[in-house]
């Protein structure tokens, strides 16, 4: 995970008790998270914490990943949690799973935070991103997880071409623009457009076609 | 703006979820989002279909700062009031609990000795379940330093390196006020200031919550809260 010299410099306050580290096993466990997502909307600070205790380490990661900075990775979680509490009773109507839900709310932060206006990853941080990133895009052994839509979908990836599937994973993991992504890929802006393009429909006809 | 075509529609959405959606294109699509339930349904979609790759990643302990901004701005965030003087965190406080609210209240009466006349304040605390947990109940104008009687149900553990502490909810838009930690023993007393009996017999209602060792450092409840209750006169 790099950081780089634009990482956090702001001198942290001491640490005082925070919540005990979860159990690895009840991480991925989605029912237990839903259970937890249904008292919080009856507004139960208690199931609250534990949700914090089960899901904060997957979801900073996800920020860290396409943030690359810890203070706006905080900062993002922080105000996606406030906005889980505060949005939790619209939850049920997605019917995704929670885990889903609660990443795709850290993604959008994220993702605003780094199109601000005036803010933009300096030539320093693009170069440490380009030296953070594979050359590759997922190789025929993609292990996504044991469920059968994470089978799907390393499945449907792997009919992809290996452009389109890089374009893909580069993008949702690190949060990469167009423009980004052609500059990393050496590649002019509309062949990258379009590698995304096919590449989504061809993935939606294939796993569409599984379902 | 609406997208009518559908092509498009999936083609937006897809790219939404993927996140090179961007700029004036991100900001014009959430507000379709907004009144377009199928275009959200379309986003939902895709979202589930991108989900599995959220497990390529390895996740990271964010620090306890974070945890610790998140019940600040809840508490104090200009956007809402905060969960002290929040109804619908009351209403956790379910059926289940009253019920046996009034059988303990009236056992605890019937048992407390209380000098003729005086009416005692009797709290039942119910956890996250709306199960008693826990009953708080103190002689009401007591003569010298109110006494509270404590009784713990079941066995509760607490973690190490953290301590309960009792809070008094004054009501209203009034903060919590701290009445001192206590321990996991069935049975306590404690000892507290003269000068809050005229708040204590007009409370609404206590909470216990969860503070680093030592209790809150902020004066304020900082952690989880684990029981609380309505204080009902007796």
Not at chain 2, 128 to 156: D, F, I, K, Y
Request: positive net charge.
């Amino acid at each position: 995970m790099c950081c780089g010299a634009k990482a956090a410099t702001r001198s942290a306050p001491a640490e005082r008790w925070h919540p005990p580290e979860p159990h690895p096993l009840l991480v991925a466990d989605n029912d237990a998270i839903a259970e937890l997502m249904a008292r919080c909307a009856l507004r139960d600070q208690h199931a609250f914490a534990r949700l914090y205790r089960l899901t904060s380490a997957k979801l900073y990661g996800v920020a860290i990943r396409i943030l690359r900075r810890e203070d706006w990775a905080e900062e993002v979680l922080q105000e996606s949690f406030v906005n889980i509490w505060n949005h939790i009773a619209e939850y049920s109507a997605t019917r995704s799973a929670p885990m889903t839900w609660m990443t795709a709310i850290v993604r959008n932060r994220a993702l605003d935070w780094l199109r601000r206006p005036n803010l933009e990853r300096g030539n320093e941080d693009y170069d440490l991103l380009v030296e953070s990133l594979p050359d590759q895009g997922p190789g025929p052994d993609l292990v996504l997880g044991h469920s059968r839509d994470a089978a799907a979908l390393a499945e449907c990836l792997r009919q992809l071409s290996g452009d389109q599937r890089q374009t893909i994973m580069l993008a949702y993991a690190h949060g990469l623009s167009h423009g980004e992504l052609a500059q990393h890929l050496k590649q002019p802006l509309g062949t990258v457009k379009t590698w995304i393009r096919r590449g989504l429909e061809r993935l939606k006809g294939c796993m569409d076609g599984r379902s | 703006m609406k997208y009518r075509n559908q092509q498009l529609r999936e083609a937006l959405a897809s790219e939404y979820a993927l996140g090179t959606l961007q700029g004036r294109a991100r900001r014009r699509f959430e507000r379709s989002l907004k009144d377009d339930p199928q275009l959200r349904a379309l986003v939902n979609r895709w979202q589930d279909r991108l989900a599995p790759l959220d497990a390529v990643g390895q996740p990271v302990h964010p620090p306890a700062r974070v945890w610790r901004r998140v019940q600040e701005q809840l508490q104090t965030g200009r956007r809402r009031r905060g969960l002290w003087s929040n109804l619908p965190f009351w209403r956790t406080v379910g059926l289940a609990s009253v019920a046996g609210a009034l059988a303990l209240a009236v056992s605890l009466a019937t048992l407390s000795p209380a000098r003729h006349g005086a009416e005692t304040m009797v709290v039942v605390m119910s956890d996250a379940e709306a199960n008693p947990a826990m009953t708080v109940s103190w002689p009401m104008q007591p003569r010298g330093q109110p006494r509270l009687r404590v009784r713990v149900m079941g066995h509760p553990e607490m973690a190490s390196g953290t301590a309960w502490e009792l809070w008094l909810l004054p009501g209203g838009e009034h903060k919590p006020v701290s009445l001192g930690l206590i321990g996991t023993e069935p049975m306590q007393e404690l000892t507290v200031p003269r000068s809050l009996v005229p708040m204590m017999d007009g409370a609404y209602g206590l909470a216990m919550s969860v503070e680093p060792a030592g209790g809150s450092p902020t004066g304020q409840p900082t952690g989880p809260v684990l029981y609380k209750g309505q204080c009902i006169p007796l």
